[in-house]
């Protein structure tokens, strides 16, 4: 987990690179190293105004800004950039910017996302620097994995390697908070995952103990909503004959149940949300309970929703199973029913075409003279859009910058691994798009 500070960690990360370190790239690849570096403040100054422009994922205007903010930077790079409107999912929409390449080049998909958990109504807004720190609403999650993928494209395009790569970018406008039905938000991604030959995730860097991570996987994120009915009277005849258990007491059967025998490696479940009486409710959005009820009336209803995470779909399908079994079996005078949010995000298992990728990317932290990076524990990291395609390509994760406190007012930024991260990510893309990268 990111508990240790930016400095403590990446002090072993951001080792100079000497000349003996560039020995093993190519001259294209040494002159991506330099554009990057020369192009540092040009990074930082367009991550000020990506964060300085707020993108709350229900803010739509100030995501499509965001989304014209990229067009602005990628269509000089020789993309066709194209703004795919989500309105009719209730969503803001997505950028999908798209470059032919040469015949026969690998065609590369990279994700990142435009929008934040920070609203307009946030009162953290604005990106403050200090050195090559910085905080700012998204600053990391995921505005500085934008500005990686930018970095790179401009460091590939002055070496020349750009213009034969096959490249789709799609930038989601909703990852934080996905629109609904889901199928239609993540459609235009699943297509290009179906199309793609690796998939390129630049969500934030993972690093554990000063060391930089590989991630291969993620686990899943699967909403349920359980419902529970019981006989309502006087608390005194609770558990006879006519009034049996109750509702409040026969979710706490099943709660209890899900605890004893749902574990298993890789698996975490969790309930968010729960509520009994003689009336209970959820509101629209399944996010606020209401209740009413006496000490001396049996619960009638019974509400409860939660999550659960699994590293595989055969283990999310598993896991569904174990939970509507143990709901079917109902105490006396008590019924209840399960049901999951279609809406939940996929896992990315760790297969051995991500292995692969990884060890590509090895041989990239070799030639750089940078550290091996050991493959990140998955139940270290979140559900995240690249898991829409992780059945139909083989992709890494964790390609973007380096931050802590995602999610929360202070989030911030180790700027200086925007350019460790554009130099693997454009040496990547390169030598994976030329077919010597994996």
């Given amino acids: ?99 032919a390449g040469k015949k026969g080049s690998k065609k590369l998909l990279l994700i990142a996302h435009l929008d934040t958990v920070f609203e307009a109504d946030s009162p953290f807004q604005t990106f403050v620097r200090n050195g090559d720190e910085a905080i700012g609403p998204g600053a990391g999650d995921d505005k500085g994995g934008i500005v990686v993928i930018v970095s790179a494209l401009r ?11 096959a490249i789709e970018i799609h930038m989601t406008g909703d990852e934080e908070d996905a629109g609904d039905p889901i199928d239609v938000t993540r459609a235009p991604l699943i297509a290009a995952g179906k199309a793609a030959d690796v998939a390129l995730d630049f969500e934030g860097l993972s690093i554990e103990n000063g060391a930089d991570m590989g991630v291969i996987s993620r686990r899943s994120s699967n909403s349920w909503k359980l419902e529970v009915s019981g006989v309502t009277g006087h608390s005194s005849l609770i558990f006879d004959s006519t009034y049996g258990d109750g509702a409040a007491f026969e979710l706490a059967r099943i709660i209890h149940q899900f605890r004893t025998q749902l574990p298993e490696q890789n698996l975490t479940f969790n309930v968010g949300l729960i509520a009994a009486g003689q009336e209970a409710s959820l509101d629209a959005d ?29 283990q999310s399908a598993r896991v569904r199973e174990k939970m509507l079994a143990i709901v ?22 760790p297969t051995e075409g991500n292995k692969a990728l990884l060890a590509s990317l090895n041989v990239v932290n070799r030639d750089l003279g940078l550290a091996q990076q050991a493959t990140l524990d998955p139940l270290k990291r979140g ?31 180790d700027l200086a691994s925007i350019k460790r991260q554009a130099k693997r990510a454009a040496i990547l893309m390169t030598r994976l798009a030329s077919g010597k990268g994996q």
């Fill in 1 to 99: 987990m990111k508990t240790l500070t930016l400095k403590l960690c990446c002090s072993a990360a951001l080792v100079a690179l000497s000349p003996a370190a560039y020995a093993k790239l190519s001259p294209p690849e040494a002159k991506m190293i330099a554009t990057v570096d020369a192009e540092y403040e040009r990074s930082v100054a367009l991550l000020e105004r990506l964060v300085n422009q707020n993108s709350g994922t229900m803010n739509f205007p100030g995501v499509k800004t965001v989304g014209d903010m990229m067009r602005a930077e990628l269509e000089p790079l020789g993309f066709k950039v194209e703004w795919l409107d989500m309105a009719k999912a209730g969503r803001a929409g997505h950028l999908v910017a798209t470059k």
């Fill in 155 to 165: 460091a590939m395009q002055a070496a020349g390697t750009l213009k034969d790569a």
């Fill in 286 to 314: 399944g996010v606020r309970v209401s209740a009413k009820g006496k000490t001396n009336i049996i619960p009638g209803i019974a509400l409860a929703r939660g999550d659960f995470r699994t590293l595989s779909e055969e």
């Fill in 328 to 349: 079917s079996a109902s105490s006396p005078k008590t019924s209840a029913k399960i049901s999951f949010d279609p809406g939940s995000y996929p896992a990315m298992a």
């Fill in 383 to 413: 559900a995240g859009d690249i898991s829409f395609v992780a059945n139909d390509v083989d992709g890494l994760v964790g390609l973007g910058a380096y931050s802590k406190g995602d999610h929360a007012p202070g989030e911030s930024v």
